[in-house]
């Protein structure tokens, strides 16, 4: 008999309140494969959600899904961003309503120094902050606004994405694995620039492998398996919750 508790109860209850950004039972495919398989969740103004969950669990296709990548096709559901339909919005259309999505691989511009980077993300309004105010949170960007992209250390690539997300008028971030390969020092570095744009207003979305740092950082937590949603609640009730921890992140 299968025995295993059910920590997803609340996740219903969840997506019937009112939210910031919501994602309603949203459905998605690469091809014939059917990936992210009827998710929904809330993310507060102001909040710091952890999206959670083991490998392939589809944390990166949930992600791609909210800012209308394309691939995966969203086929059913909504999702609502500041009472604006994003299901209905190319990812262009998207980025325009507010949201910023920091992909894995980072995506630095080649050929184009730090600052040219971020220039080039606010060639169109809606803009953000300004470089200035980017070159603030992260000084080694500033002290580093000649050097080619590329070449920055991965630590100092992983701001460099962060800035040119924050360098449009952004509503929601949506990072993914924004911690991966980086020393636990820069991991510092970069949680405490998240705790300064939270205190700014903007709401994120982190998606981590690394669940314990993400965890303390975040206010609420859901956590994915094989797309669909396995639990829904604060991030220091998946930190005390040790039969969830182990069953679903491993940790
Ligand atoms: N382009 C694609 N075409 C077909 N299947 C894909 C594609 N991208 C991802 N998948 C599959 O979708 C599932 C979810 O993948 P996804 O990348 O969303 O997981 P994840 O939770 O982000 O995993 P990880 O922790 O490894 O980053 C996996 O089974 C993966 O193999
Ligand atoms: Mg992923």
């Known amino acids: 008999m299968n025995t295993q508790p059910d920590f997803s109860k609340n996740a219903n209850h969840a997506a019937t309140a009112p939210a910031f950004l919501s994602v309603w039972d949203v459905h998605a495919y690469y091809g014939e494969s059917y990936i992210v398989q009827g998710v929904s969740f809330n993310v507060h103004e102001g909040e710091i959600l952890a999206l959670l969950g083991r490998n392939g669990a589809g944390k990166t296709s949930t992600l791609r899904s909210i800012a209308r990548i394309g691939d995966p096709e969203v086929r059913k559901g909504e999702i609502w961003l500041d009472h604006k339909p994003l299901h209905n919005m190319s990812s262009y259309e998207a980025a325009q309503a507010g949201l910023g999505l920091v992909p894995e691989d980072r995506r630095i511009i080649p050929g184009l120094t730090v600052e040219e980077n971020l220039k080039l993300a606010q060639i169109a ?18 002290e580093r606004r000649m ?30 694995e924004p911690y991966e390969g980086l020393a636990p020092v820069i991991v510092d570095e970069i949680e405490k620039t998240l705790r300064i744009i939270k205190e ?11 669940a314990v740092r993400a965890l303390k950082l975040a206010d609420r937590a859901v956590i994915l398996d094989t797309g669909g949603i396995v639990f829904d609640g604060t991030a220091a009730e998946v930190l005390e919750n040790k039969a969830l921890r182990e069953e679903y992140l491993a940790i």
């Open 200 to 210: 700014q207003g903007i709401t994120t979305v982190i998606v981590e492998q690394n």
């Open 125 to 142: 309004p809606p803009i953000g902050w300004s470089i200035e105010r980017l070159y603030d949170l992260f000084p080694r960007l500033g």
């Open 147 to 176: 050097q080619e992209g590329v070449t920055l250390s991965g630590g100092e690539q992983q701001m460099l994405a962060i800035a040119r997300a924050l360098a449009r008028d952004i509503k929601v971030l949506l990072l993914d």
